[in-house]
């Protein structure tokens, strides 16, 4: 039976870097703070049709060794998400 990927609402903090682009420190979900100690990768994704809002996306390691995506829609979106689970 294929896993459904369910995304969470969560607050993402964030750190400034010096060229103006932001970098996820930690994430808070159902009122647990999580420190993220590795940013995997990171990406902005456009949509499909010209239209739609971009996107950035990063993969990222948290102190409990758990993968997980973070995405929101810019400039300012909600974060969303994702477990990413390892075999």
Do not use: H
Not at 12 to 30: H, N, Y
Not at 56 to 67: C, I, K, M, Q, Y
């Amino acid at each position: 039976m294929p896993q459904q990927r369910v995304s969470l609402v969560a607050k993402v903090e964030c750190r400034s870097e010096s060229r103006g682009e932001e970098r996820p420190i930690a994430l808070t979900v159902g009122g647990r703070r999580i420190g993220i100690v590795d940013t995997l990768e990171r990406a902005l994704v456009s949509a499909a049709d010209a239209g739609g809002p971009v996107r950035a996306r990063f993969t990222v390691e948290l102190e409990d060794g758990s993968l997980v995506l973070l995405e929101r829609s810019l400039p300012a979106g909600d974060w969303r998400v994702w477990r990413i689970d390892t075999v």
